[in-house]
Structures are given as structure tokens and as C-alpha cells.
């Protein structure tokens, strides 16, 4: 199973003060690069650094590439050109790219200067693309064989190949000679086909490809969706650039379901692992939200200012115990309203609705928040009309309030979070940045205007006021 | 791209009016099942039934897979068992399995004696398995060789096979006599060995693999972290049972990251596709969780009462200054919970710590919480202490009643949402359930009482009481 790392940081911090380079390569050999990183970024800047120093360059690089930004980042700054350019050598070409995040740009375009022409030249090709396009996380390293190619020239090509030549043979896709995608066939089609007979012969004609400007995670969201271990990207003219493999799709899915989380719970900023991020990063990341959504509910005060102000001499008693149901009937609004934003964020991501389907949305999300509300309504009434072991006696009438605020609130919360996530998708934005805790605060505030008024209108019918 | 799955439903929905099964067939043709199921799960009932019965059979199969669980369950039971047995014989086993799912016991025992006796035992193998397990995703139809196998006899069994009979040949497991896992190789590495070179020779002689009854969301994880294509199954004896691939994997994640979103909005049950839902159910699957925020919330109503009905007379004008802030301040420590609950949730799932780390955690939670509840407590102070427009005029005690609570409330609500999901996992619980509606609902209360017991002491050294 899999390494431990908080044993394995351990080991390794003892080994790096020990200054012990020998036995430390000997006791990382083996180890899976993922597990390194995660070891070393539960260790500080000095021995993270003296440990990759330790290991042997190729483990060393791999390791570097699956830690995460920020770490990887002091790290370089700390390495000498020779090593991070033995690195980049090393890599294969879209780990290389990756590495640019987290070099400054005269760094990096010196590096590139130092590494085999036609490594750097590749680079600079994956980062001339648009940032979080397909151009960025696709290999170049395909097997391509023109249409006449036979299955014995096929497996020769394969034969003849370094490990490194291709990241994948399981695919062999057939360009024309302007490098046009004709067809693609697998390497166990080959395998069960007589050697003389032509790849244009036995190819699928009809392959399923992506343009390179596509968004990765678009891309890694086909790709997921039809279970395909690799998907051809083509240029604005058709021209078949690279492809797209299913680990590099996987991590960049994940990476944006882990920001979508964060998301909804009211975190800002990429994905990173939650040890390697300081003190300071963490408070940068959660403030801002918190401060917004402060700020915004310095309008709740607002309004039960408002209210309490207009209320009249003798209303005072009423007022109060208004006030004692403002928690539940906000909470109740929050609740509704985050359950409806998941729910339809969630659906938007995963392409079961589009924002064309608004219409479709509200007309279901209305029916279920009455029957919501309806049941609330309901256990509100009862709860505001039982008599309370703190001696309130409360009328009837503010049981009605209750009662008939709560499903009111309710409609509006799903209202509200069904809208806006759409209306995000529909201008562009992603929706799961309109997250629900900006929900809950919105409909605090705007919750507490239908309670006073639902409140003002019934107690009215009663000859009361507050 | 994509193929529009609005567009798609309307026309297959009128070529169903039309009863014209021959046009319907055509038009389906070259369309890929996830696409057929996602445009069905936008009709009804009767017309899904129509267009999958006019479906080529193992389109009409594949399609069933790709459907919902409810959705499938509805036609399912609609479908003749001779049809239904058909699809289970066309379908590959862990396909078919997944169908037992949506059926009751006693049918798919039936249907089990229709089919070939070797497919239903395999069916009954992988059921055996305990639910969510890696044998229930793993499939047994991989490429296995003696040791002694040469590389002409390793390609001789790939040449031979069916297609259906391995699921994947990219990699080939070495097995003994009594079917331990001795090693793996790739068919790239086949092709650039010679003919003569035995299998034990070139083979990776420690390939990671899992025990079968580890959780299926684990050995999906595990590959995803490593960028597997495949892992190999073992008994508790150390036997190998199976192969579980990439796609099957990727399945099981985004099921369960789905269902981790949706707790985190506070909506349980089972990832479904929103529009295959019927209102009955979207209801059912909301109301639980709200009704238990509902009435775990009428404990802040408690506090309220509590502390209302223990203020002085003269102090009411101070309890209703007091009471405006209510909103803000549990607003502020539920916002704040939510976001350590999550960001933790999201730190133990992707195993970045663990249950045993929670010294660590909470040290730091503490200090960011701390830092972040002292910028909210300045800022509170502040709008507090502002003369107000609807002429309230705030004594300086209640602004600072307001600044210290927020650092008390924000740091409490901080340490109650990473000690939760911690614990959680600790005694083997989803800390996804644990979720950020429930910990703001649980500060809610708590925050209360803080706020009012702050208020007494601060407001009590300045000779005044409420």
C-alpha cells in the first residue's frame, strides 16, 4: 500500500541532518516520487532542500515537479542553474513546461539557452499556447504514421523508438502529409492484423479530437466522460499537434474539483496541499472572502436597524420576541439557498444542465423550495406557538408571522441560488465562485426585509404593531 | 465536440412520437452511450423506454449503464427479461454486475439462469465482494503469463484473443502455479524485446497492487495519485483476482467527489443527475438535512430567550443594541467554520494529513484563526462604533463588547470545524458529512452564548447590565 509519509518525513529528516547523502539516496530508491513530495512538504525550507539535493537527479526532478507551487518555488530559487537545467533535460517536456510556474521568466529563458535546442525549442511551443489550454498539458511524443504504412513498419517504428521517443504506443494515429488527422488505431489492432496489410485500412476514420485552444479542463472533462486514454488536439487548421494523455487529464480535473470545493466553502486561490502553504498563505486565502462576506452583513444590521427604528413606543415587547426568531429564519434561508447553489453548480459542471435550461431550473427548484417551505412554515408555527420554559408568552399572531415568513424565505433563498450560478455560467464565470456562503449572507439581509414585512402585514391584521 | 444533448433529446423524442424505430436507430448511430443516456435523462419515462427498445441492442445496453441508477431502474423494470438477460450476455461482466444494482434480488437471480453459466458465475464472483470494494470494480479478464513465457508466446496470446476477452493488454502479469503476482511488464516493452527472452526475465518484479476488500475509493485513489493505468487485485492470500483499470476508477472518483460537494451544500444521498430527479425526490433528498438544521438551530433561539429573559429592566435598550450585532457575529463564525472544515475535509480525503496530525492542525488553524478574528474584531469595532444613521447612539462598551467577541467566536468556530472532521476520520466516518452547514448551525447556537457572556463581563466594568 502506500508509503506513509509522516513516517517517511521523519526518516528523511533525520537522515538530511545526519548529512548522511549516501544513505538518504539508498532510502528514497524506490519510492514514488508523489509519495517524496508529499513527505518533503511536510519538512521546512533548509531540509526539503538538502534531501532533493541528496536524491538521484531523475528522482530528484520527478519529485520537484509533484510538489506543490509554492514549495517547488523556494526550492528553485535555491538551486543552481546547472541543476534545475539538468532537471528540465531530464523531464519529459510537459513536466518541463510546468516548471516555468515557478521560475522567474529571465531565469527560465536563460535555462532554456542551456538544455538541447530542440528540448527548449518544444517548450517554448507548450507555452505559446493559451494558459490552461489543451496546448499546455499535450505531449508531442505521439506515434504518427502516414496511410500506407504497414503494421510491420508500424511495429518497427515502435521497436526502433527510445523508452522516452513516445509517452504512449497503445495509440497510433494516421496523419495525411500536410498532418492532417485521418485515423487512429491501437497497438493490440496491430497486433491481431497480418503484417502487410495498411494502417488506412484497419484505422478508425472518425476520431474524436479537441482544437488546442480549449480549455484543459474541458478537455480533461471529455476525455473522463467517454473513459478515453488519449485524445488527439489539433491546430485552428486541422493539423494534428499532439495529444492529450488520461494522467496529466486526471490531474487537472482534480485540481479544479479541489478549487471548486474550496469554492464552496468560501476559500480564494489555486489548489494547494494544505501543510505546505504557511501561516500567512492560509490567512491571504480565507480572508478576503470573509472580509466580503462581513461587510455584507454588516447590511443585515442595516435592516434591523431600519426596523427596530420605525417601531413604536409600546411595540417594544413584540419587537423582542421578533428578534428571538431572526437566527432560525436567516439559517433556515442560508441552508435552503446552499442546498440549491450545490446542487445546480454541481449540474452545470458536470454538463447536466446548460444555461439555456434556466427556464426548466427555477420551474423545479420552485416546487421543491415550496414543499420545503411548506414543511418549515409548518414547524416553525408549532414551535413559536408552544409556550417557553423562560416564561415568553407569545401570541398567536407571531406564531402566523413565523409560520408564513418561512416558507416566503425559503422560495426566495432557492430563487436566488438557482439564479445566480446560471446567470454566472451564462455571462462566462464560473459558478462555483458564486459559492454558498455569499448565498447565506445574501439571503440573511434580504430574508430579514420579508420577515419585518411579512411580520408588519399579519400583526397588522391584528391591530398590532412593533 | 460534445454532441448538444438538448438538441439530441428533442430529436429523439419526436422521431419517439413518430414511432418510427428505423429513422430513430439511424440517427443514434455513432453516438456515444454517455451522450444517448444524458439526452434520455431529460425525457420521460415512456419515451425513454421506446427510444432504448429501438436501439441497436448493445447501444441500448451500453446506454443503460451510462443511465442513473433511478432512471435505469424504472426502464429496467419496464424491460421483458429476455431483454434484460441479452443486455447482461452483451455487456462486459463488471458492466453487468453494476446492473444488479437495479434490480430486485429475485429477478436478477432469474436472469443469472438465462444467461451462459461461465458469465454468471463471474457476475456472482465480483458480487461476493463486499459493496464498494475494489472487487466489485475489478474486472477479470486480463493477460496472464507463466514466468516461462516467451515473448513470441506472450504476443501469440494477444494475437489470438477475442476482443472481448482482456479489457486491456497494455500490461501482462506474471503469475505462479498458485497464481501469486511475481511481476508485470508492458506490451511496449514485448515489442523491443526479442522473441526468445522469457517473461520472468524482463518483468518489473514488484508491481503495486491492493487487496480486494480495500474500499474501491481508495484503490481509485491510489491509481490517480500515481497516474496508473491499472493495478492488480490480490486475494488475502496474496493470489491475483484482477485487474481494476483506469476508466473504472476515474468512475468511482467522481462519484464520490459529487457526493463530498453536495454534503459540503448540506444535500445527501446518492450523486444523480439533477434533472433525472423528479421534484418527490429532490425534496426527499434535501429535507432531512435542513429539518435537522432546523431544529438544532431553535437552540439559538433558547440562548436568545435565555439571555433576554435574565436582562434587567432599563437594560432592554442595551439588549436591543446587543441583538443588532447577532447576525453579524454568527455570521462571521460560521463563515469562518465553514472554511476550515472544508479546506480540512479536502486535506484528509486527498491524504495530505491525517487523523493522527491533529496537533498539528489545530496549532495552526489557531494562529490563522487568531489572526483572522483580530482583523475581524478591529473591523467590528469600527462599524460599531459609527454614529448610525437611523440615529442609534452606541455606547464604546458595545463596541468593544463587539470586537472581543468576534476573535473569541471566530477562533472557536475554527477550532470546532477542524476537530470535527479530524474526528470523524479518526473513528472511521465521511468527515465530508461533518459538513460546513452543520458546523455554521452548531456555531450559531455556541457563538450566542459567547457574544452574551462577553457582553456581561465587558458591559458588567462598566457599571452596566442588560
Known sequence: MRTDEKTLAERLRALALEQDPVRLRAEAEGIMPEDLAEALSRLDG???????????????????????????????????????AHYLDILPMDDAAELREELDPDRFEALLKVIPD?????????????????????????????????????????????????????????????????????????????????????????????????KDEEVARIMS?????????LDLRGRMLGIVTADDAQEVLEEAQTE??????????????YLSLSI??????????????????????????????????????????????????????????SQVTTTITRALALGEVSARDWFLVIRRELSVSGMIGFTLGFLGFVRAAIPDPWGWNQPISLSLVV??????????????????????????????????PFISTFVDATGLIIYFEVARRVLGMYGLSF
Chains 1, 2 share one sequence.
Open 403 to 436: 409560520g408564513l415568513a418561512l416558507p416566503c424565505i425559503v422560495v426566495w433563498a432557492a430563487t436566488v441560488g438557482s439564479l445566480l450560478p446560471i446567470g454566472a455560467k451564462g455571462v462566462g464565470q464560473d459558478p462555483a465562485v458564486m459559492s454558498a
Open 46 to 84: 533548509a531540509e526539503r532542500l538538502a534531501i532533493l539535493e541528496s536524491l538521484e537527479p531523475s528522482q530528484a526532478a520527478e519529485t520537484l515537479v509533484e510538489l506543490p507551487t509554492e514549495a517547488a518555488r523556494a526550492i528553485i530559487n535555491q538551486l543552481p542553474d546547472t541543476t534545475v
Open 118 to 214: 530542440e528540448d527548449a525549442e518544444e517548450i517554448r511551443r507548450l507555452l505559446s499556447y493559451p494558459e490552461d489550454s489543451a496546448g499546455q498539458i499535450m505531449t508531442e511524443d505521439f506515434v504518427e504514421v502516414p496511410p500506407t504504412a504497414t503494421m510491420a513498419e508500424v511495429l518497427a517504428i515502435i521497436r526502433d523508438a527510445s523508452q522516452e521517443e513516445f509517452e504512449t504506443v497503445n495509440y497510433i494515429y494516421v496523419l495525411s502529409e500536410d498532418r492532417h488527422l485521418l485515423g487512429v488505431f491501437s497497438l493490440r489492432r496491430v497486433l491481431r492484423t497480418p503484417a502487410e496489410v495498411l494502417a488506412r485500412d484497419i484505422m478508425n476514420p472518425d476520431p474524436v479530437s479537441v482544437p488546442v485552444e480549449v
Open 225 to 233: 466522460r467517454y473513459g478515453f486514454a488519449a485524445i488527439p488536439i
Open 260 to 273: 471548486d470545493v474550496l469554492a464552496f466553502g468560501g476559500v480564494v486561490g489555486d489548489a494547494e496541499a
Open 280 to 337: 500567512w498563505q492560509l490567512v491571504k486565502r480565507r480572508l478576503p472572502w470573509l472580509l466580503i462576506l462581513f461587510v455584507a452583513e454588516f447590511f443585515t444590521g442595516s435592516v434591523l436597524r431600519y426596523y427596530t427604528k420605525t417601531s413604536e413606543k409600546g411595540g417594544d415587547t413584540l419587537l423582542a420576541q421578533l428578534m428571538l426568531f431572526v437566527p432560525l429564519l436567516i439559517g433556515a434561508g442560508g441552508n435552503a439557498g
